[in-house]
């Protein structure tokens, strides 16, 4: 946005170029601000011109005072004088500053690197100091930062991982069904608060975008590795029910399903990570499940017959 009011001069770019910090992009008329510099250093030659008189007469009223061939009131209206003409000067010289800066205002350059968009001034258009509507817009496309949403119950999780070392983040683009991965970067930033609201926490990564496969305001899925589980205990996300005294599933011990409490590490791909509640050993329920309760008598039915029968009990397999 400009920074004054003028009129544009030159156009340095065309729409859609890519820029770097400090390139040229506009011009305004900076005719009358150069007009009011000459003047403000005339006033300063003069204002100089001024002081060194002042201070000649305050030294001439400061030898007269001492021999008594002049009054005291004298010598101090001659100090005075000095005072103020060092500060009719002091304020010519910050009015030539103020103007300086006014004049660097007049040319506008790229703030960063990056891409512009639609150019909404041409040559000879008048401009307004901080007009909502922007002269023209610079995205930065290298790099390029990736915000994602995070359930809050994998914050721990992925703290750690960013305490441990670099975590890997991968991005795909929604609409793009071909390709699984388009752009791989770092996770950079983890946020300080959980929004009440969701449940959520905000994560950003930085890619490098070299092939400018990202664009601002894209949506993508992103995914990022945290590291593995070596030898985890898993079971089919289904089998996991969740009561008021948390997650459980139901075991089954001979002809008997037996509701089992358990702790969960995550789900994911339909799997569920079991921390603690089951071994090896255990045969898990993933089918009947509504029909099942703690103690209720189950037949284990192996490789059955897809077979639709209201009677048939609660299949079980094996995880």
Do not use: C, W
């Amino acid at each position: 946005r400009a920074r004054l009011d003028s009129q544009v001069t030159a156009v340095h770019f065309k729409d859609g170029d890519e820029v770097k910090m400090g390139d040229p992009l506009f011009d305004l008329d900076d005719k009358s601000l150069r007009a009011q510099a000459a003047q403000l250093e005339a006033n300063i030659a003069r204002d100089r011109a001024q002081l060194e008189n002042a201070r000649r007469q305050s030294g001439r009223a400061e030898a007269l005072v001492a021999k008594g061939f002049a009054t005291k009131a004298a010598r101090d209206d001659s100090a005075a004088n000095v005072a103020v003409t060092q500060a009719s000067l002091n304020a010519s010289i910050a009015a030539l500053d103020s103007i300086k800066v006014q004049l660097g205002y007049t040319r506008i350059t790229a703030p960063i690197t990056g891409r512009t968009g639609t150019i909404n001034v041409t040559l000879g258009n008048n401009v307004k100091a901080n007009d909502p509507q922007p002269l023209v817009t610079i995205n930065q496309l290298k790099p390029i930062r990736v915000q994602a949403a995070l359930p809050q119950q994998h914050f721990d999780a992925v703290r750690l991982a960013m305490q441990t070392g670099a975590v890997t983040v991968t991005a795909a683009r929604q609409d793009d069904a071909t390709s699984n991965s388009i752009a791989s970067g770092t996770l950079d930033y983890l946020d300080n608060t959980i929004d009440q609201s969701t449940g959520t926490f905000v994560t950003r990564a930085g890619f490098a975008n070299d092939e400018e496969r990202l664009l601002p305001g894209m949506f993508v899925t992103v995914a990022m590795s945290l590291g593995g589980d070596g030898m985890a205990l898993t079971v089919p996300d289904v089998a996991v029910q969740r009561g008021q005294n948390g997650d459980y599933v139901y075991v089954i011990a001979g002809d008997k399903a037996l509701q089992r409490p358990v702790k969960i590490a995550r789900l994911q791909n339909n799997v569920a990570v079991i921390t603690s509640g089951l071994d090896e050993a255990s045969v898990v329920a993933i089918d009947g499940l509504l029909a099942l309760k703690d103690g209720s008598t189950v037949k284990v039915i192996t490789d059955a017959p897809k077979v639709a029968a209201p009677s048939v009990p609660a299949e079980i397999k094996t995880p």
